[in-house]
């Protein structure tokens, strides 16, 4: 995405070099595929850009030793680049573990190198793969029904919608319609961690009708983690542990919060970058279910070899065939053709390979797992910081994509032309929301994250969101009615329209389908409110300048203003009503920049106050309006006001109409700290 475009030219040249150096043949590795491999502290060599796309041709054969110099080759100058301090990789193949490799430092001011076996990473929202296992087991017993209203097995109650009710289906598959939360996700006291009154104190709202728009939620799934622990009788961290990690001999992973001494002894350090350098705390979640787990990769590797092997792990069972091939089919798709939801897993079809996963992140862990479920293969990787500008997330989806292409290579299909494309482009061109969103408290926060899709003369799309590892925006082509391939790639692209024809929503394979993006009114789009907030406020502060101006002229020329005193009055309060309205635009943008710099404050909660405070001068900000509109009307209503004069007031006030609109549009005086 575009945010990560700081970090992307550098990554480019530094994945194609890795890259182009795991084509060569190498002699064998004598190291076993288990040993850990430090960051050499050496230049990186460079290649050209285009290196990065595998050369066509036979898939190379999956083996220890091809991975060791695939990935050696790759990883470590990966990560040095991107500004990452460690990672680790597993990789397993027909239910054994093939390879498993540490790379970088497990603690950087020790120099501990990772190791797979023993070294601790939290996998994020992987940790959910845990969660939707246990609430499978629990299927099998007989004991829930993934249709029935959730509130059966709960103690307290989840809103209907529509009179719809929520059922583990929908929580499983992200359609309950919950909008998305954050506060409280990452406490800062152990004792703050408490599952139960989490879940009855952040029920969040319903935004969306039941089973049909994807909208990922942590909340859904710490709910289903509940359920589980409520008709188990057993406390989730317990159940997890006996019945999923202890069958699969997976004794370097708990969800417990703190870990128990042993392992926290062995838990990777996290960082934001490896520059910085500052161990981070460790980080706790709540719901745990959603996101608690720590892990290694070797027991990752466990995981994978009983999901791929139909719930078998040697002679242990976690799920019966019927139930893992359940868990492992298509329960929603956002569009025909593209990748949706089985139960739990998230579809990423690619190569012609049918491969589900999950992906995770923390503040500074971050996390995936593929399964190639027809190839019988997986993948784990984890890495302990976020690195350069979000280098991480590009580096994740970079290694995947070229495991994809060295070992299941497969060239996209050869475009199809629809006549329609320059009527079609010019349909679907506008601004668009993600699903996933938070519309009690935060829509200032989502406005600024809208996405552009815009119209080439071609008849060709381009969408901001989508870019390459240079930053610069994919281009589209239209081979079939609103559905898109990616131009020289293998990626999708789907309009969905209602019965009218209307343009509803579009979503995308290029990325993982835990939400979509939703066309946005043209009054609320950031196309519209970006100009006219940004003209509304230079109005303000011309404003401003011209009273401060304007006051220095007639004290200097001692040429005092000949108003009445309610004239006056109203004058005044026009004036504080300009910088109310100043104050809660840069208040909130404000609050913006700080809560995109350190997102703890939102996910900790600490935010939570300075909401408050913001809502406090939206009021303000609306009574201001009322005074500036006020005091303009009362200029119209004075004979022989100068024409400059009346249109300056004019001016002032049309701003001030557009501003008290965006204030209560964007809800800017809700006092809604749902978030």
Known sequence: MNRYAKFAAAFAITCAAGIAMAQVPSPPNPAPASS??????????????????????????????????????????????????????????????????????????????????????????????????????????????LDHDVNEYLDFTIPARDGKPVTLRQLMTHTAGFEDTARGLLPRKPEDVDLERYLKAHIPARIFPPGEIVAYSNYGCGLAGYIVQRVSGERFEDYIRQHILDPLDMHHSSFAMPLPPPLAALMAKGYKSASDGKPQPFELVDPAPAGALSSSATDMANFMIAQLQGGRFGDTRILKQATAELMHSRQYTAAPGLNGFDLGFYQEDRNGQRIIGHGGDTMVFHSDLHLLLDANVGIFMSFNSAGDAGSVHVIRKAIFQAFLDRYFPKEAPAPATVATAKADAARVAGWYQASRRNDSALRMLYLFGQVNVAAKPDGTLAVSMLTDYAGKPLP???????????????????????????????ATDAEVPVFLFQRVPAARSLGTVGPLLGASVAILLATLLSWFVGGWVRRHYRRPLQLTALQLRTRLLSHLGVLALLAVVLGWLTFIAVTSADESKLLDGS?????????????????????????????????RRGRWVLAGETLLALAAIYLAWFIVAFGLVSFNVRF
């Open 36 to 145: 850990v491999l430090q960051v050499p502290a050496v230049p990186v060599a460079v290649a050209p850009a285009a290196a990065l796309a595998a050369p066509a041709g036979a898939a190379h054969a999956l083996t220890a030793d091809d991975l060791s110099t695939f990935l050696d080759g790759m990883v470590p100058y990966m990560i040095q680049r991107g500004d990452v301090a460690g990672g680790v990789i597993s990789v397993v193949k027909d239910g054994q573990l093939l390879f498993a490799r540490g790379y970088g430092y497990a603690d950087l001011e020790k120099r501990t190198p990772v190791s797979p076996e023993t070294t601790l990473f939290r996998p994020g929202s992987t940790s959910k793969l845990f969660t939707w296992t246990a609430v499978m087991q629990q299927v099998e017993q007989g004991k829930l029904d």
């Open 476 to 506: 589209w082509h239209e081979t079939g009615p609103l559905h898109y391939s990616e131009v020289n790639g293998k990626s999708q692209l789907a309009f969905v329209a209602d019965a009218n024809g209307g343009i509803r929503y579009w």
């Open 607 to 639: 935010g939570t106050g300075w909401l408050y405070l913001l809502y406090v001068l939206g009021v303000f900000g609306l009574l201001g309006a009322l005074a500036v509109l006020v005091h303009a009307v009362r200029a119209w209503m004075v004979p």
